[in-house]
């Protein structure tokens, strides 16, 4: 597949305060991608780059190959070929659902354009709603009208900016996959901007995990989840906690579940001075990395639980006083100071060296 979007170490700041540093990823034609990442992290500015709305201090865009953004220079946003959904629809108001899908067609022959408008409305789900207004449809309707205006144009790329955080999270899980559907059956190329993960996981082919303008890293969620580069991700993405360790050998690491060997564990921070013999380490251990075993001489106690319909999110005690989460079958309902058996059943943990707590806590 070709490359179709190019971000090439861009730089942004206002003003003084730097927001995007040294940020670089591509993506090819066809794909989705999505930032995500906490509240203020730089996501829209990201975005707002690729549309053109934003100077770059240093770096280069590129799309289809050719240079769009770089330092003293922008090519304006109406000539990239570059979609827009925001948050809010901003749809306009005193326009029927046709007339705002069809506002960017206004070159085309009115008879294309009526016919590009029908077609829209008729992927989106929305051919009877052609002659309303927006107050009168709903907040998802209002948004697949968004989405049909931003596609009607054919734009090379398009950019959604929080496209379902109004819609309450039913809804805005059947839209978000109904969007995604529609993307893929149109072959367009999009990045989705979210702090959503569920989101990001169930729409996104590679996704960008962002902190403090920067990205940690981009990969695929399977990978961000099972093989997070650093410490951020690691924490930022799912749930678990880490578990301090020690090196014994080469491969071998004690942790308070037992002797972990190197065939079910990955340590990403390559650096030798980790496989010395005593070396503090510290394991990450997720929910459905501790299992529950009756007969196991490792027991924890109930200490909180969340219910979560066919499992129960538990969150236990180790005799050292470390809390560990676990999800087990909704089938065993243990009570909370009950004293369970449990037992480590992982094939891909990740180890990181003690003291790398680089901006880990957020
Ligand atoms: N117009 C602006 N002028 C000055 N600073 C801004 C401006 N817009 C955003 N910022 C700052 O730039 C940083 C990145 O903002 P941005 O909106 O890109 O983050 P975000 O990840 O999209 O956040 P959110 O998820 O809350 O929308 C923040 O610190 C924000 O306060």
Same mark, same amino acid.
């Given at each position: 597949?070709?490359?179709?979007?190019?971000?090439?170490?861009?730089?942004?700041?206002? /003003?003084?305060?730097?927001? =995007? %540093?040294?940020?670089?990823?591509?993506?090819?034609?066809?794909?989705?991608?999505?930032?995500?990442?906490?509240? /203020?992290? &730089?996501?829209?500015?990201?975005?707002?780059?690729?549309?053109?709305?934003?100077?770059?201090?240093?770096?280069?865009?590129? +799309?289809?190959?050719?240079?769009?953004?770089?330092?003293?220079? %922008?090519?304006?946003? #109406?000539?990239?070929?570059?979609?827009?959904?925001?948050?809010?629809? $901003?749809?306009?108001?005193? +326009?029927?659902?046709?007339?705002?899908?069809?506002? /960017?067609?206004?070159?085309?022959?009115?008879?294309?354009?009526?016919?590009?408008?029908?077609?829209?409305?008729?992927?989106?789900?929305?051919? #009877?709603?052609?002659?309303? !207004?927006?107050?009168?449809?709903?907040?998802?309707?209002?948004?697949?009208?968004?989405?049909?205006?931003?596609?009607?144009?054919?734009?090379?790329?398009?950019?959604?900016?929080?496209?379902? %955080?109004?819609?309450?999270?039913?809804?805005?899980?059947? +839209?978000?996959?109904?969007?995604?559907?529609?993307?893929? %059956?149109?072959?367009?190329? $999009?990045?989705?901007?979210?702090?959503?993960?569920? #989101?990001?996981?169930?729409?996104?082919?590679?996704?960008?995990?962002?902190?403090?303008?920067?990205?940690?890293?981009?990969?695929?969620?399977?990978?961000?989840?099972?093989?997070?580069?650093?410490?951020?991700?690691?924490?930022?993405?799912?749930?678990?906690?880490?578990?301090? /360790?020690?090196?014994?050998?080469?491969?071998?690491?004690? =942790?308070?579940?037992?002797?972990?060997?190197?065939?079910?564990?990955?340590?990403?921070?390559?650096?030798?001075?980790?496989?010395? $013999?005593?070396?503090?380490?510290?394991?990450?251990?997720?929910?459905?990395?501790?299992?529950?075993?009756?007969?196991?001489?490792?027991?924890?106690?109930?200490?909180?639980?969340?219910?979560? &319909?066919?499992?129960?999110? !538990?969150?236990?005690?180790?005799?050292?006083?470390?809390?560990?989460?676990?999800?087990?079958?909704?089938?065993?309902?243990? $009570?909370?100071?009950?004293?369970?058996?449990?037992?480590?059943?992982?094939?891909?943990?990740?180890?990181?060296?003690?003291?790398?707590?680089?901006?880990?806590?957020?």
């Amino acid at each position: 597949m070709d490359t179709l979007l190019k971000l090439d170490q861009i730089q942004h700041a206002y /003003g003084k305060q730097t927001t =995007i %540093s040294h940020l670089s990823f591509d993506l090819r034609k066809g794909e989705i991608g999505c930032l995500l990442g906490p509240s /203020g992290c &730089g996501k829209t500015t990201v975005l707002r780059c690729i549309a053109g709305f934003e100077p770059l201090m240093e770096g280069e865009i590129l +799309l289809n190959g050719m240079v769009v953004s770089r330092a003293n220079f %922008s090519l304006p946003p #109406e000539q990239r070929h570059v979609g827009m959904v925001f948050q809010d629809y $901003a749809l306009f108001p005193h +326009l029927t659902v046709a007339a705002n899908v069809g506002f /960017g067609l206004h070159r085309n022959h009115p008879t294309e354009r009526m016919q590009r408008v029908a077609k829209m409305l008729q992927i989106v789900g929305l051919a #009877e709603e052609a002659n309303k !207004y927006p107050h009168e449809l709903s907040g998802g309707q209002q948004q697949r009208v968004a989405l049909a205006r931003a596609l009607a144009p054919h734009p090379d790329l398009l950019l959604l900016d929080e496209p379902f %955080s109004n819609l309450d999270i039913s809804l805005r899980e059947r +839209l978000s996959l109904e969007i995604c559907d529609i993307l893929k %059956s149109l072959h367009i190329t $999009a990045i989705l901007v979210t702090h959503n993960q569920d #989101e990001a996981f169930s729409v996104a082919d590679v996704i960008g995990v962002m902190h403090q303008g920067k990205i940690m890293q981009w990969d695929t969620a399977y990978n961000l989840y099972h093989r997070p580069a650093n410490r951020f991700v690691a924490n930022f993405i799912g749930q678990g906690i880490f578990l301090p /360790g020690k090196m014994l050998s080469p491969g071998k690491i004690e =942790i308070e579940l037992g002797i972990l060997t190197e065939d079910i564990y990955h340590q990403y921070e390559l650096d030798d001075a980790i496989y010395l $013999a005593g070396t503090e380490v510290e394991v990450l251990i997720r929910p459905d990395d501790i299992v529950y075993d009756q007969q196991s001489t490792l027991q924890a106690m109930v200490i909180h639980k969340a219910f979560r &319909g066919a499992e129960i999110l !538990y969150t236990l005690k180790l005799t050292s006083g470390r809390t560990l989460l676990s999800l087990i079958s909704s089938h065993h309902n243990h $009570a909370i100071d009950e004293k369970i058996g449990i037992r480590l059943e992982a094939d891909h943990l990740v180890v990181f060296k003690k003291e790398n707590y680089t901006d880990a806590q957020e």
